[in-house]
C-alpha cells in the first residue's frame, strides 16, 4: 500500500490550468521533495492533497483509501498534517494556547464545553514536552506575534508533528529562515522515524536535497522530472527551467 | 389585465429603486469588503433634504433629486473618510462602525424634520396616468421606470467599457495585484463610495414617489437592498439589477396574490436562494 | 517530568487562585449587597442591568470568540419572550419552570434554524443574512394578531413567574435576587465555556478557520454549536427580560434591540468574560440618568458614543482594567510559578 497515490489529478481556475494530468505515488516513509519554479503548481498541489481545494478532475488516495471529496478536517484524523508557507499560527493567541489547541484537533474531548483546558493534564505535558524541546517554555504565555519569525516558524513545524500525523505536507518550512535556522530544520527532518512519510515543497536547494531521497520537478502544472535527487540535479529539462529563471533575474533576456 | 399592468409597473418600478440603492451598496460589499449599513440612512438624508427642496421650499422636483443626491454623497463621503479610512484592515469594526451612523443619521433626521409623519410626495409633471397603447399607466412609475433603464445602462458602461470600471473590478477580484499595479486604491474606494452615495441619496428623492419618506425608513430600505443583494449576486450592475426586479416583483405580485404571506415572500426568495446558490443569480464572488 | 509535578506547575497554590478570583468575588458581593440598600426604583434598574450583562454575554460568544459579526441577535431574546408571553396570554400557565424550558427550547428552535441558513455563507453575507432573519421575525410578530394583546401591538400586562411556593409574593428586591442567581449561574457556565477545549477552538477559528480545518476541526460545527448555545443564553435573557419589564412588543426582536448587546460589547471589551458585563453596566445607567434628562436625544447619543468606541476604544474598558489589574498584581501579588 502507498502512502498516497495521486491519479490524473487536474486543477483550473477560470482559464489558467494549475495542474494537470498529474500522477503520482509516494510510498510509506518515504521522503519526497518537490521542486519547480514559482507558480508551477506545488502549492495548489498541496491545497488538494490537504482538501483546502477540490480537483477539477482525478482521484486522491491516501493510504488506500480515496480522500478526493473528504474535508480537510477528516484528513486530519487520517493522519495528514501540514504546514502552510506563510506563517499561519494564531498570532493574536499564547504558545500555550497554539499548542493546546493543536494536540485537541484529533481528540475527541475538543467537543468539551464546560470542564477547563486545564483539566486535561496529558495534553498539558505533552505541550510542555514540546515546548521544551524547541527551547519555547518560557514564552508560553507571550502572544505568537511577539516571536521572533523563526521562533514562529519553529513553533509552527514543531506543531505539525505534534499530531503524531502518517503524512507531513511541509510548504517552504525554511522560507525566511537564516541558513542555521533551516540546518535546524534539515536536522530535525532527517532524525524523522520511517513511520512518517514526508513531502516537501521547498526552494532551498540545500533543505530539498538534504532530505529528499526522490525529487519531482513541477512546471506549468505537470511533472517534468520524477527520480533520484543525483539524477535531478542532472537533468538538462530541469537545468533549463532554472538556468531560464536565473537569466531572467539577471539582464539577459531568454527565449 | 389591467390589474396585472398595474402590478407589473408597480413591481418593476420598485424593482428600479431596489436596483438603485442595491448597486452602490453591492459595488461598495464587492470592492472594499464591508456592507455599508448605513446606505439606507444615506437614501432617507436624500429622501428627507428632496422634500425640503420639492415640497417645503417648492423648488423643482429634479433639483431635489440633485441635492437629496449631494446630501447623501457627503455624508457617505464623511463617513467613509473620518472614520472608515481610519479602521484600516479591520472589516467588523467598519461594518459595526456603519451600524452605529444608522443609529446617528436616523436620529439626526428625527430631530431635524420631526418623527411621526410618512412624507409622501411626486414630481408634479408626473402626477395622473397616461395612455400607452391603449392602456393606462402611472406616470411616475413609468418615470422611475425609465430613470433606472437610464442609470443602469450608464453604471454598466462605466462597469465595462471604461478604465475606471476595469480598475474596480480589478480591485474586486485581487486588491494586492491592482495596487501593485501603481493604481491608487484609497482613491478608487472614495471614489466608488461617494457615487454609491450620491445614486443612494438622488433614489431617496426619485423612489419617494413609491415609498415617501419616515423615520425607519433606512432599516426598510436597507433590508430590502441586502435581500436584492443576496439574491442578485454581489459585485456588479448587473445583479442589482436582475435581483432588483426580481424582489421587486415577487413582492409586488406575493402581496396581490397572497395578502396574508405579505412581508414574507420576498424572505422565501432570499432562502431559496440561500438553499440552491447562495452567491446569488448572477454572483461573481461565491 | 510526572503527571503531578505537570500539574503541580499549573495549579497554583490556593492563596494566587484566590487572588486571581478576587475581582469576581468582589463582583459578585456588590451585586448582593449593594442595590439592597438602594431605593426601588434603582433596584429595578440593577435588575434591568443583569438582564441585559446576560444578553450581552451570550453575543459575546458568537461575536467576541468566534469572531462572527451577527445582527439580529433579538431574535432569540425576542422569540423566547413572546413564546413565555404568549404561553401567559392564551393559556394562563406562568409556572417558572415551564415558562423558562420553554423559552430556551423556542431560543434554540429559532437559532437552529436562522444558523443552518446564515452558515451556509460566510463573512458579509452572514451578516447581511443574519439581520435579515431578525427583521423577519420582527415583521412577523408585527402582523401576527395572535402575538399581541387586542388592540395594540405586543402583550401587555404580563404578571411576575410563579415559583409554585405558597405564600410567596414579589417585590422589587427579592425579584432582583431571582435575576441575580439565574445570572450568576449562566455566568458560571459561559466562564466555563469560555475556558474548555470548544471555547478555545473557536477562539481558533476566529483567528484562523483555514488552519483550524488543517488541525482536525470540523469548523462548521463549532461554529453551528455556538450559533445555538449563544442562541440559548440570549432566550434566558429575554425570558428574564418579559419578566422583568412585563410587556413585550415587536421592538424587542428589532435591529435596535439587538443593538443593545453590540454596543455594551464593544464598550465593555469583546471576548473577555467581564467585557460583556461592564458593557451592560456602563450604558444600562448611562440610558438611566439619561432618560432623566434628554430622553428623545438618548439613542443619538447612544450613536455617538458607539462610533466613539469603535474608533477609540479598542479593546474596550476591560482591557483597561485588565492591564490596571496586571501591574497591581506585579507589584503586591507573588510570582507566578
Known amino acids: 500500500m502507498e502512502a498516497l497515490k495521486v491519479k490524473d489529478l487536474t486543477k483550473d481556475f477560470g482559464g489558467v490550468h494549475a495542474l494537470s494530468d498529474v500522477s503520482f505515488s509516494v510510498e510509506i516513509g518515504e521522503r519526497l521533495g518537490i521542486i519547480g519554479p514559482n507558480g508551477a503548481g506545488k502549492t495548489t498541489l498541496f491545497n488538494l492533497i490537504n482538501g483546502q481545494l477540490p480537483p477539477t478532475s482525478g482521484r486522491i488516495y491516501f493510504f488506500g483509501q480515496d480522500i478526493t471529496t473528504m474535508p480537510t478536517h477528516s484528513r486530519a484524523h487520517l493522519g495528514q498534517s501540514r504546514s502552510f508557507q506563510i506563517t499561519s499560527l494564531f498570532l493574536n493567541l499564547t504558545v500555550l494556547d497554539n499548542t493546546l489547541i493543536t494536540l485537541h484537533g484529533i481528540k475527541p474531548s475538543r467537543f468539551q464545553m464546560l470542564r477547563p483546558t486545564t483539566a486535561y493534564a496529558n495534553l498539558f505535558a505533552k505541550a510542555q514536552g514540546i515546548l521544551t524541546s524547541i527551547a519555547l517554555w518560557e514564552q508560553r504565555d507571550e502572544l505568537v506575534k511577539n516571536l521572533s519569525y523563526g521562533e514562529q516558524r519553529k513553533l509552527e513545524i514543531a506543531l505539525t508533528l505534534a499530531l503524531e500525523p502518517k503524512m507531513l505536507l511541509l510548504d517552504e518550512p525554511s522560507s525566511g529562515l537564516t541558513s542555521a535556522e533551516s540546518a535546524e530544520i534539515t536536522d530535525m527532518l532527517k532524525k524523522l522515524g520511517r513511520d512518517i512519510t514526508v513531502l516537501l515543497v521547498a526552494h532551498d536547494m540545500d533543505l530539498v536535497f538534504g532530505v529528499a531521497e526522490r525529487i519531482m520537478v513541477l512546471h506549468y502544472g505537470k511533472i517534468i522530472a520524477n527520480g533520484k535527487p543525483e539524477d535531478i540535479r542532472a537533468d538538462p529539462r530541469v537545468k533549463e527551467i532554472y538556468m531560464g529563471m536565473e537569466k531572467n533575474a539577471g539582464t539577459t533576456k531568454v527565449t | 389585465m389591467e390589474l396585472v399592468l398595474a402590478s407589473l409597473t408597480n413591481g418593476i418600478s420598485f424593482g428600479m429603486v431596489l436596483f438603485l440603492i442595491a448597486s452602490g451598496l453591492s459595488i461598495v460589499m464587492g470592492l472594499m469588503g464591508i456592507v455599508n449599513l448605513a446606505h439606507g440612512a444615506l437614501y432617507m438624508v436624500g429622501a428627507y433634504v428632496g422634500w425640503t427642496i420639492a415640497v417645503q421650499l417648492k423648488l423643482n422636483f429634479w433639483l431635489g433629486v440633485f441635492v437629496g443626491g449631494i446630501a447623501g454623497a457627503l455624508a457617505g463621503l464623511l463617513i467613509e473618510r473620518a472614520f472608515i479610512r481610519r479602521l484600516y484592515k479591520q472589516p467588523n469594526e467598519q461594518v459595526l462602525l456603519t451600524f452605529g451612523f444608522v443609529y446617528i443619521l436616523s436620529n439626526l433626521i428625527i430631530w431635524i424634520w420631526g418623527g411621526h409623519r410618512r412624507l409622501q410626495f411626486t414630481a408634479p409633471a408626473l402626477y395622473g396616468s397616461m395612455d400607452v397603447a391603449g392602456m393606462p399607466f402611472a406616470k411616475d412609475r413609468l418615470a422611475i421606470i425609465g430613470i433606472g433603464i437610464i442609470i443602469a445602462v450608464i453604471l454598466w458602461w462605466l462597469q465595462e467599457k471604461t478604465r475606471f470600471g476595469a480598475i474596480v473590478r480589478a480591485g474586486m477580484d485581487n486588491k494586492e495585484m491592482t495596487t501593485g499595479l501603481g493604481i491608487n486604491l484609497e482613491l478608487v474606494f472614495t471614489i466608488v463610495f461617494f457615487l454609491a452615495a450620491f445614486i443612494a441619496g438622488a433614489a431617496g428623492v426619485i423612489g419617494a414617489q413609491l415609498l415617501g419618506a419616515y423615520s425607519w425608513l433606512g432599516t426598510d430600505i436597507l433590508l430590502w437592498a441586502l435581500i436584492v443583494v443576496v439574491v442578485g449576486g454581489l459585485g456588479s450592475v448587473q445583479g442589482a439589477l436582475l435581483g432588483g426586479i426580481a424582489i421587486g416583483l415577487i413582492d409586488t405580485f406575493g402581496k396581490a396574490l397572497f395578502p396574508q404571506l405579505a412581508m414574507f415572500t420576498i424572505y422565501l426568495a432570499m432562502i431559496v436562494i440561500l438553499l440552491a446558490k447562495p452567491s446569488g443569480l448572477l454572483g461573481r464572488k461565491a | 517530568m510526572t503527571t503531578n509535578k505537570i500539574i503541580e506547575a499549573i ?232 419578566y422583568y419589564n412585563r410587556f413585550i412588543s415587536p421592538t424587542h426582536v428589532s435591529v435596535t434591540t439587538s443593538f443593545m448587546p453590540m454596543i455594551m460589547v464593544i464598550i465593555g471589551g469583546s471576548g473577555t468574560l467581564l467585557g460583556p458585563v461592564i458593557g451592560a453596566l456602563v450604558i444600562v445607567f448611562t440610558e438611566y440618568f439619561a432618560s432623566l434628562f434628554t430622553p428623545e436625544r438618548w439613542p443619538l447619543i447612544l450613536g455617538a458614543v458607539f462610533v466613539a468606541a469603535i474608533m477609540y476604544a479598542r479593546g474596550g474598558i476591560s482591557i483597561h482594567l485588565s492591564r490596571l489589574w496586571k501591574r497591581l498584581n506585579n507589584r503586591y501579588g507573588s510570582i507566578k510559578s
Open chain 3, 11 to 242: 495549579r497554583q497554590p490556593w492563596q494566587l487562585q484566590l487572588i486571581r478570583f478576587s475581582p469576581y468575588i468582589a463582583g459578585a458581593l456588590i451585586l448582593v449587597m449593594l442595590p439592597a440598600v438602594m431605593p426601588s426604583y434603582v433596584q429595578t434598574v440593577w435588575t434591568r442591568f443583569l438582564v441585559f450583562a446576560l444578553f450581552a454575554s451570550s453575543y459575546d460568544l458568537i461575536y467576541g470568540h468566534a469572531g462572527l459579526l451577527s445582527l439580529g441577535h433579538a431574535a432569540y431574546f425576542g422569540a423566547a419572550g413572546y413564546a413565555v408571553a404568549a404561553l401567559i396570554l392564551h393559556y394562563n400557565v406562568d409556572s417558572l419552570w415551564i415558562s423558562l424550558s420553554l423559552g430556551i427550547l423556542i431560543a434554540v428552535l429559532v437559532s437552529a434554524g436562522f444558523g443552518f441558513l446564515a452558515l451556509r455563507v460566510s463573512g458579509m453575507y452572514f451578516l447581511l443574512v443574519t439581520f435579515a432573519f431578525g427583521e423577519a421575525l420582527y415583521a412577523f410578530t408585527w402582523n401576527m394578531p395572535w402575538l399581541s394583546t387586542p388592540g395594540m401591538q405586543g402583550i401587555a400586562g404580563l404578571p411576575r413567574p410563579s415559583l409554585g411556593i405558597p405564600g410567596f409574593s414579589w417585590n422589587t428586591l427579592n425579584f432582583y435576587y431571582f435575576i441575580l442567581i439565574i445570572f450568576l449561574i449562566c455566568f458560571f457556565l459561559v466562564y466555563r465555556i469560555m475556558n474548555s477545549p470548544f471555547g478555545h477552538a473557536l477562539r481558533g477559528i476566529r483567528e484562523g478557520e483555514s488552519r483550524m480545518r488543517a488541525l482536525g476541526y470540523n469548523t462548521w460545527l463549532y461554529k453551528y454549536i455556538a450559533f445555538i448555545t449563544t442562541g440559548a443564553f440570549a432566550g434566558v435573557a429575554g425570558t428574564l427580560f418579559i
